[in-house]
T-cell receptor, first 109, second 113 residues
Framework: GQNIDQPTEMTATEGAIVQINCTYQ??????LFWYQQHAGEAPTFLSY????GLEEKGRFSSFLSRSKGYSYLLLKELQMKDSASYLCAVDNYGQNFVFGPGTRLSVLP | ETGVTQTPRHLVMGMTNKKSLKCEQHLGHNAMYWYKQSAKKPLELMFVYSLEERVENNSVPSRFSPECPNSSHLFLHLHTLQPEDSALYLC????????????FGPGTRLTVL
């Protein structure tokens, strides 16, 4: 079966650092995506990890451990506009994309 | 502007109606997708088309019928829907089918009465 877990909600303060975790158990694995989705809007691409390790892109970084079935998205210097849902999705060897339930992040002043 | 447009943005329909959702991508991509997003549920992949051929149909009820007349357009035909089909329907495209970044449209908010 396919199973992806993320915390449902998180809250953090403007200027802080937050880590959003994603664990997965899928029949295959080709890579892991992170998407950001603001309320009422389409998901937008943030990152794609294929190999183990940390990929940094500005204020956002994404980490992957294939052996542990684990990824996280790290957001630094949080801004109010970062309040959104963050979705991790596993590319299951191109068979299909399996999305996690999403983590709703609220950034407080 | 994501390069993927969807119409209509909002749709209210009765259970006996027939309606269609339209998606158009202006990115020159070869793969297109339909997703369903319900409240408090993960995004569910419904259909995938690659080079205008359906490559996936994830156990979707037959009251949803996709159509891909060319690589830029994707339709979702709706017939005799149920109230539980009310959701946000998202279209996405990617350069190729598989491990490729997907670009999403804004979605159609569907309400079935």
């Amino acid at each position: 079966g396919q199973n992806i877990d993320q915390p449902t909600e998180m809250t953090a303060t403007e200027g802080a650092i937050v880590q959003i975790n994603c664990t997965y158990q899928t029949s295959g694995f080709n890579g892991l995506f992170w998407y950001q989705q603001h309320a009422g809007e389409a998901p937008t691409f943030l990152s794609y990890n294929v190999l183990d390790g940390l990929e940094e892109k500005g204020r956002f970084s994404s980490f992957l451990s294939r052996s542990k079935g684990y990824s996280y998205l790290l957001l630094k210097e949080l801004q109010m506009k970062d309040s959104a849902s963050y979705l991790c999705a596993v590319d299951n060897y191109g068979q299909n994309f399996v999305f996690g339930p999403g983590t709703r992040l609220s950034v407080l002043p | 502007e994501t390069g993927v447009t969807q119409t209509p943005r909002h749709l209210v329909m009765g259970m006996t109606n027939k309606k269609s959702l339209k998606c158009e991508q202006h990115l020159g991509h070869n793969a297109m997708y339909w997703y369903k997003q319900s409240a408090k549920k993960p995004l569910e992949l419904m259909f995938v088309y690659s080079l205008e051929e359906r490559v996936e149909n994830n156990s979707v009820p037959s009251r949803f019928s996709p159509e891909c007349p060319n690589s830029s357009h994707l339709f979702l035909h709706l017939h005799t829907l149920q109230p539980e089909d009310s959701a946000l329907y998202l279209c996405a495209s990617s350069q190729e089918y598989g491990a490729d970044t997907q670009y999403f449209g804004p979605g159609t908010r569907l309400t079935v009465l």
